[in-house]
């Protein structure tokens, strides 16, 4: 279909108008109607040629394209085409992020007009006509008449590139110093390792911190792929934990709850800490215990976490303070602003973490 311009549509128009203007008569408010939507069409027309943004908008069911703004040629790097309908917008030709040719249907104008939707959204590496793909986000929503039924569907093309190349970069970034952390822990291990053997120190206390060491870096390298340090609970959970769970030993449960890196590093080493102690001494000892980690968002903007120890051997509260209990309680109390309360029932450890969820942003 040939490529339409502003022109042609100008031209629509003002055949419109007089073919109205005949039907209608010369009577003076059918004319003043008239205007008022003329005037109203120009200042549509003028709006879209304006915005930073591609329109496209296609008429409904058939999802035949009827206009592009000039927006959408600079962003394409050709005419816009007026597909004949949603079967044929396969000639707009973009990829998916694993490479994949974004198929007709996945068009978000063919997923509105095909399935009646309020609204849908992609984003594409799309085959320019000057043979430079570009990364474009297209959002689409329909548009309805007086009775809500769908006459048409309209969508917006937004440059992402930056957006796209500041992803690549940061996540470059993130990788060298992921690569840099890994080696300074390796270093401080090493270091830590080498002056222990030399002071004659028990096997196991050298295991220990190598083990404790080793989480902290875990942790941390989970922290810096995380947008902005934030991890949720689930995430610092699964990370922590994957190393200890055994056959649907353990299982844990919760909203999505951000903490920031502080906190997260915290809750990080106090779950290995307490998953550290199960393998050792408590339900995670035996074939037959079972480890149930929740959190909730209580009243007031608290956060209440919770380790249930069931299955095992009867706990026994330690005797002695260590690094570990250190780790438990006054350390996670501290970072979290909060309290803990460890308790030892005949069934099994209880752990329980209360604190002051942050403000977002916090």
Same mark, same amino acid.
């Given at each position: 279909?040939?490529?339409?311009? @502003? ?46 943004? &591609? ?23 050709? @005419? ?34 095909? =399935? =009646? ?44 590139? @930056? ?11 993130? &990788?060298?110093? =992921? ?74 449960? &919760? ?73 438990? =309680? ?25 604190? @002051? ?6």
């Amino acid at each position: 279909m040939p490529f339409r311009t @502003p022109e042609n549509y100008r031209e629509e128009i003002a055949a419109l108008e007089r073919q109205l203007a005949h039907v209608l008569g010369a009577k003076g408010e059918r004319l003043s109607s008239i205007d008022q939507a003329t005037r109203r069409v120009r200042m549509l027309e003028t709006m879209l040629e304006t915005v930073p943004v &591609g329109v496209v908008i296609a008429e409904a069911p058939s999802g035949r394209i009827v206009m592009g703004n000039a927006r959408v040629e600079e962003l394409v790097r050709h @005419p816009v085409l007026h597909s004949d309908d949603t079967q044929s917008y396969g000639e707009w030709v973009a990829y998916h992020a694993d490479g994949r040719r974004v198929d007709t249907a996945d068009y978000p104008l063919a997923k509105i007009i095909e =399935n =009646n939707l309020d609204h849908a959204q992609l984003d594409v590496h799309y085959q320019c006509g000057d043979g430079v793909r570009r990364w474009l986000r297209i959002i689409g929503r329909p548009v309805r008449d007086d009775n809500d039924h769908m006459i048409g569907a309209a969508v917006v093309m937004i440059d992402i590139e @930056p957006e796209r190349q500041m992803l690549a970069q940061k996540e470059t970034l993130i &990788g060298e110093l =992921n690569h840099r952390v890994k080696n300074m822990f390796a270093v401080v291990q090493s270091i830590v390792s080498q002056t222990l053997r030399n002071e004659g120190v028990d096997s196991q206390v050298q295991d220990k911190i190598s083990a404790r060491l080793d989480a902290y870096a875990r942790a941390h390298a989970q922290l810096l792929s995380l947008s902005g340090g934030i991890a949720t609970i689930s995430v610092i959970a699964k990370e922590v934990l994957n190393g200890f769970i055994g056959d649907d030993q353990i299982t844990f449960s &919760g909203p999505n709850i951000d903490l920031p890196e502080r906190k997260a590093m915290a809750l990080s080493m106090a779950l290995f800490e307490l998953a550290t102690n199960a393998q050792k001494y408590g339900a995670l000892s035996v074939d037959t215990g079972k480890v149930d980690l929740s959190w909730e968002e209580c009243a007031d903007r608290q956060l209440r976490i919770r380790w249930t120890e069931t299955g095992g051997p009867t706990p026994q509260a330690p005797s002695a303070t260590g690094f570990g209990s250190f780790v438990l =309680n006054r350390a996670l109390s501290m970072q979290m602003r909060g309290e803990v309360n460890i308790q030892y029932p005949a069934t099994g450890l209880i752990w329980e973490l209360k604190a @002051p969820l942050s403000p977002p942003g916090g």
